[in-house]
């Protein structure tokens, strides 16, 4: 019988992985040495020493490489990052208050430091008595994958392996669930499905909304009995109901697909009684991650209109300023998927690199990928500028 619901955090309950790697990289810079987020998602989920001593062995730097000073930097920098913002996950917030009201219980398990913890509660719209426990990496000696942190939460809680459900998103995290013998559901945001199954998940999903929408204990249990079924363990559900065979990779990074999916919820919105073409599109901002969308707003004077790329863009500025546009999501209903305008990659050039991605998607899921250059491969660039 379930009795209880274990959340690891970061990637989890809440979009944090991509920031902190976006802090681990400029710390590293600050002492002279390139890091990209490769270098660090081998060490995801292992806590934070285990995060930045594996980037540093894979980079490898020994010297002027400090851990107390990298903690101190990650400490000095992350809170600032999503300070203002929700970086709550899809279902998040839903699954952890509906299971409280169905009388789950439920706690965080996860390797990272406390205060980093704590504030992941507070920037995903919870708080910390939503929790029945709350476990950081401060609380065990021997971290991810060893089982220790879940089976501190299952005895805190008071639970068996076989009443308890863990949810992770890492490889070293799955070991550590089934380590404790629970049933382990993965979530695809810094994992792929295949690699979910080979860590020995019972379930892979894109994100909580997929099981958020249950009204009692026994509702949630058949839920999860569902997506770890032998019927359902061969498929990643997208959202509620496209099923992917787990053996296909992602065709989006996770990045990518929360974007295409605000370009496909701002295109929803579109206004076009003249044309009738409904188009949205996002932006990912490469220093933050943050993802602006828009749609495309026709107007009776015609030369008034605004395409939903440059949309999404002002929208970018508006929140940031100047910002460097790392990916462009379009989506349409046209088959191929439409590219951008002429007039939008221009104005797009002022943000973007040549090595940007752009990502062209149909409303029946075909997709093409190009870069930046590929489709604008001499932008006009005001003399002062160059």
Known sequence: MLRAFIFDMDGVLVDSEDISMQVGIAYFASIGVKAVRDDFRSSLGKGERGFFDGAAAELGVKEPYSYDEASAFFRSRYPEMIKGVSIALPGAVSIVKKAR?????????????????????????????????????EDIIRNKPEKDIYELAMIKLGVGSSEAVIFEDSAAGIESGKRAGCRVVA??????????????????????????????????????????????????????????????????????????????????????????????????????????????????????????????????????????LDLLVVFSEDDPPAPPCALCLQVAAEFARPESAVLLVSADGKTRRHTFSELLPMPFIFPTMR
Request: net charge negative; glycine share 8%.
């Open 101 to 137: 009201e169905c009388g789950i219980l439920t706690a965080v398990a996860s390797s990272a430091p406390a205060w980093k913890v704590r504030a992941n509660i507070a920037a995903a719209g919870l708080s910390e008595s939503d929790f029945n426990f709350i476990a950081s990496g």
């Open 187 to 324: 979530l695809m945001t810094t994992i792929d499905g295949e690699s979910a199954a080979a860590a020995g998940a019972d379930a892979v999903v894109t994100d909580l909304s997929v099981l958020s929408n249950f009204s009692s204990a026994e509702e949630a249990e058949r839920m999860i009995e569902e997506v770890s079924s032998s019927e359902a363990s061969g498929a990643v559900r997208y959202g509620a109901n496209l099923v992917v065979p787990l053996s296909r990779k992602m065709p989006w990074s996770f990045t990518e697909k929360r974007a295409v999916e605000a370009a496909r919820k701002a295109m929803e919105n579109a206004y076009a009684p003249y044309s009738g073409f409904r188009v949205g599109a996002a932006v990912v901002s490469a220093a933050t991650g943050r993802i602006y969308a828009g749609c495309n707003v026709e107007n009776s004077s015609y030369g008034a209109a605004i395409c939903a790329e440059r949309n999404a863009i002002t929208t970018a500025v508006a929140n940031e300023g100047v910002f460097g």
